[in-house]
């Protein structure tokens, strides 16, 4: 039984920072995509970065409205996933999600890319 427990949200001001966690079980970490979405009232839920393992190393990817102030990273030790958020924005307010998925398909940037979820974490940026 695949589970995934996120934690850290928060409020925090703009140009704050906070690093949210995933705590994944019941599948191979290691090898198995992970990704991290989130959703804002009224909106879709959007993308907003992953990682994929490759033969050459890691794969990390991010979404263009977050790059160069989220950065993911993982633990393969501890079966957990980072989303590491600087320089917060109000339109970053969101519950955000950890996605992952044993079998890697798809681009890792759509919901249908990923099979496991979790219960989501609230982030809000206050201005």
């Known amino acids: 039984q695949v589970q995934l427990v996120e934690s850290g949200g928060g409020l925090v001001q703009a140009g704050g920072s906070l690093r949210l966690s995933c705590a994944a079980s019941?599948?191979?970490?290691?090898?198995?995509?992970m990704g991290w979405f989130r959703q804002a009232p009224g909106k879709e839920r959007e993308f907003v970065a992953g990682?994929?393992?490759?033969?050459?190393?890691?794969?990390?990817y991010y979404a263009d409205s977050v790059k160069g102030r989220f950065t993911l990273s993982r633990d393969n030790a501890k079966n957990t996933v980072y989303l590491e958020m600087n320089s917060l924005k109000p339109e970053d307010t969101a519950v955000y999600y950890c996605?992952?998925?044993?079998?890697?398909?798809?681009?890792?940037?759509?919901?249908?890319?990923?099979?496991?979820w979790g219960q989501g974490t609230q982030v809000t940026v206050s201005s």
């Open positions: 019941g599948l191979t970490f290691s090898t198995s995509a």
């Open positions: 990682s994929r393992w490759s033969w050459s190393g890691g794969i990390t």
């Open positions: 996605a992952a998925d044993p079998n890697p398909r798809g681009t890792g940037r759509a919901t249908s890319s990923y099979a496991y």
